[in-house]
Nanobody, 120 residues
Framework: QVQVAESGGGSVQAGGSLRLSCAAS?????MAWFRQVPGKEREGVAY???????TYADAVKGRFTVSKDNTKNTLYLQMNSLAPDDTALYYC?????????????????WGQGTQVTVSS
């Protein structure tokens, strides 16, 4: 079993920055950030594996940077140039599959989420 906990959400004005953190109880092969707004499906934001370059959803490319500290089992999401459309509940997810998924169904372990609100 892997426990996952996010932190770092908050409220910011458009153009601002936030940094999210995700602490996992142990190292996993796949970790990712997803986000969800009420009434919409959960969508992927950024994905990282232990040995592959991080990948990003088109909506956040060039603005968000994901990184992982394997010594601390912690995943980070640096979010710059935030826009109101980035407002969502952000979730961290983890899994130990050999091939990391881009869909939420591909992740077994989830945090409770941290709210990010961007005002115009």
């Amino acid at each position: 079993q892997v426990q996952v906990a996010e932190s770092g959400g908050g409220s910011v004005q458009a153009g601002g920055s936030l940094r999210l953190s995700c602490a996992a109880s142990r190292l996993t092969s796949c970790m990712a950030w997803f986000r969800q707004v009420p009434g919409k499906e959960r969508e992927g934001v950024a994905y990282v594996t232990t040995d592959v370059r991080p990948t990003y959803a088109d909506a956040v490319k060039g603005r968000f940077t994901v990184s992982k500290d394997n010594t601390k089992n912690t995943l980070y999401l640096q979010m710059n140039s935030l826009a109101p459309d980035d407002t969502a509940l952000y979730y961290c997810a983890a899994d130990n599959r050999p091939f990391c998924a881009r869909e939420p169904e591909g992740y077994y372990y989830w945090g409770q989420g941290t709210q990010v609100t961007v005002s115009s």
